[in-house]
């Protein structure tokens, strides 16, 4: 989920914009009357605001995160990597023939839509339901290279999109927002909330036999990617969806507690499972 509250010299006015006000808006009060067309949290990416030192900033994060990646990442991520056509040369476009949504369009039906800033959660499912990946476009400052609490487009497209090429983590993916708008629970917000945190933004997989990295925010953060795999003080434990969804998590330091699947079809079935769940409850929940 996105954020535009980023300090440093983050370049604002690509989303500072009337459209950008009124997509934000659209966004922050989705749900309710008048305010359900999700299209309209969208924005165009105005690709011609990026500076000099955003494209050198991508430059960086992405020759010194792919040098490590090669390695370590998944398999599955580094081939949606080379599927999307993700360059090292600049900032990817999400329009037009050049753009990542071409080659996710076939592959997957999959399509990243750039947003003005955070989005509310329901907001966030009902992207997700669609097989839309709401995208941050602004770029972290250099002097945040290593570490942002905050996502942005390197997190979100470097990070996230080339899973979005596989068409088992798709599914699971697009099950997952659909799920998320059954509930109004506050329990079952906490525990998709947990199932997020530790699989798509933290998440480990082992691949003949070694872990290797999958999670956004292993992917995209140069050092907390080297901790999740190296340090002493991670604590990686077998994933199971109950033990997940019961874990809770916190934002602003590297993560103690990570979960490794053993593969993405055990993670489609398990949210397969948790949606059924939640659809069975959903009656009781409408009605009461």
């Known amino acids: ?16 914009g009337t459209e950008a006000k009124a997509a934000q808006a659209m966004a922050d009060r989705f749900g309710e009357p008048g305010y359900d067309d999700i299209t309209k949290v969208y924005i165009a990416q105005n690709y011609a605001g990026y500076t000099e030192e955003n494209q050198e900033t991508w430059r960086i994060l992405y020759d010194r995160q792919m040098a490590y990646l090669a390695d370590h990442a998944s398999d599955v991520y580094l081939s949606g990597a080379r599927s999307i056509n993700l360059v090292r040369d600049h900032i990817p476009y999400l329009e037009g023939p050049k753009s990542v949504n071409t080659f996710l369009q076939r592959l997957t039906g999959w399509q990243s839509r750039a947003v003005p800033g955070y989005l509310p959660a329901k907001a966030f499912f009902a992207c997700l339901a669609r097989r839309e ?41 697009q099950t997952y927002g659909k799920a998320a708008l059954l509930t109004n629970d506050p329990v079952h917000t906490d525990r998709l909330a947990r199932l997020f945190w530790f699989t798509v933004e933290f998440g480990l997989i082992r691949e003949s036999g070694q872990v290797k ?9 140069p050092g907390e990617s080297k901790h999740a795999l190296d340090s002493n003080e991670v604590e990686r434990r077998p994933f199971d969806l ?40 959903a009656p009781a929940t409408a009605s009461a």
């Not at 002097?143 to 470097?158: A, V």
């Not at 990295?213 to 953060?221: N, P, R, T, V």
């Not at 699947?261 to 409850?281: G, K, P």
């Open 133 to 173: 990946f709401p995208t941050t476009i602004v770029i972290r400052p250099k002097e945040s290279i290593d570490y942002l609490p905050e996502p942005d487009i390197f997190h979100d497209i470097f990070g996230h999109v080339p899973l979005h090429a596989d068409p088992t983590f798709a599914d699971f993916l």
């Open 242 to 281: 109950e033990t997940v969804c019961a874990t809770s998590f916190e934002i602003d330091h590297y993560q103690p507690i990570l979960y490794v699947l053993e593969s993405f079809e055990q993670l489609r079935d398990a949210m397969n499972s948790y949606a059924e769940r939640l659809l069975n409850e």
């Open 1 to 16: 989920m996105a954020s535009n509250k980023m300090s440093g010299s983050l370049n604002h006015a690509m989303i500072d």
């Open 213 to 221: 990295l999958y999670g956004s925010g292993l992917i995209s953060s």
